[in-house]
T-cell receptor, first 113, second 113 residues
Framework: ETGVTQSPTHLIKTRGQQVTLRCSSQSGHNTVSWYQQALGQGPQFIFQ???????GRGNFPPRFSGLQFPNYSSELNVNALELDDSALYLC????????????FGQGTRLTVV | GDSVTQMEGPVTLSEEAFLTINCTYTATGYPSLFWYVQYPGEGLQLLLKATKADDKGSNKGFEATYRKETTSFHLEKGSVQVSDSAVYFC????????????FGQGTTLQVKP
């Protein structure tokens, strides 16, 4: 059974650019949630995808968007990057139908300069 | 809205000392409660959980009891080891389909030999 994997592990972008982060969900999971963890803070919920549809969104602006693919992997896209977007982005997968717990990837560290 | 508050860190203990990390929550419904651990450079790992009042979650010597009357879920361990050094996050999961996790700000534990 493969775990949750995220890519890339580290990324440096310039303010105003766009970025795409990727997440492969654990085998048997159909739900992916994305979280933003600023330095020294707890993770904040961005949104969740279930069976390729957005299913719940946190307090993040529309320039944060996502996709889920038929194999349940997911992308997080952030447009018009701001310095405050610098954070660790965590992906968590679960199976909503079986109410399983969320398993987290190791995260992508995004630095905006 | 729902929220989680943890005691501020860092918490510094000697090996074999007793550990308590306080966590209280505010919720309108009946959430599930979790403790996650984050080792340096890694994602979050589920440490333990409790899904209803008076449940006790336990794992690897750590315990926490869901106290509805005090809205608390304090983490305890009788004898800590250097390898327990990490950041600990208390979290709640709102009832319903989203399964959104709300995290506290995290408590850093440093165990010295």
């Amino acid at each position: 059974e493969t775990g949750v994997t995220q890519s890339p592990t580290h990324l440096i972008k310039t303010r105003g650019q766009q970025v795409t982060l990727r997440c492969s969900s654990q085998s048997g999971h159909n739900t992916v949630s994305w979280y933003q963890q600023a330095l020294g803070q707890g993770p904040q919920f961005i949104f969740q995808y279930y069976r390729e549809e957005e299913n719940g969104r946190g307090n993040f602006p529309p320039r944060f968007s996502g996709l889920q693919f038929p194999n349940y992997s997911s992308e997080l896209n952030v447009n018009a990057l701001e310095l405050d977007d610098s954070a660790l982005y965590l992906c968590a997968s679960s199976n909503r139908d079986r109410n399983t717990e969320a398993f987290f990837g190791q995260g992508t560290r995004l630095t905006v300069v | 809205g729902d929220s989680v508050t943890q005691m501020e860190g860092p918490v510094t203990l000697s090996e074999e000392a007793f550990l308590t990390i306080n966590c209280t929550y505010t919720a309108t419904g009946y959430p599930s409660l979790f403790w996650y651990v984050q080792y340096p450079g890694e994602g979050l790992q589920l440490l333990l959980k409790a899904t209803k009042a008076d449940d006790k979650g336990s794992n690897k010597g750590f315990e926490a009891t869901y106290r509805k009357e005090t809205t608390s879920f304090h983490l305890e361990k009788g004898s800590v080891q250097v390898s327990d050094s990490a950041v600990y996050f208390c979290a709640l999961k709102e009832p319903g389909n989203t399964g959104k996790l709300i995290f506290g700000q995290g408590t850093t534990l440093q165990v010295k030999p």
